[in-house]
């Protein structure tokens, strides 16, 4: 566990140092050729955000994303193979139902619907 945490958070560290260097855009290509976010827009800046040391902004980003690698890191203290023992249709209703609401979050937080 802590390779991978600390792979991450090199990861983290350096895709903030480059986006700060050189900004390369929108990297979603469904943002990028329609202009809707898909429910995983803000991936890359939950880490940039975590690479900046802004862990409030990567909240915001993509909660969803960001719960996905905090579920990643732990993995393999327990919470994996809680995961696998559900019933594939449970994890996949749960995954469903995360992103719609990741979906309506990046809708929202792009202004394309309000509240």
Known sequence: MVLRVAAMAIAAVGASWIHRVNDPGVLCPLRALTGIPCPLC?????FI???????AQAALANPVALTGAIAFA???LGPGGRWWALQPKTRAWMLGT???GSELWQLVRFGILRV
Do not use: K, S
């Open 42 to 46: 803000g991936g890359t800046t939950v």
């Open 49 to 55: 955000e975590l690479g900046g040391g802004r862990p």
């Open 74 to 76: 732990l993995a393999p």
């Open 98 to 100: 995360a992103l719609v």
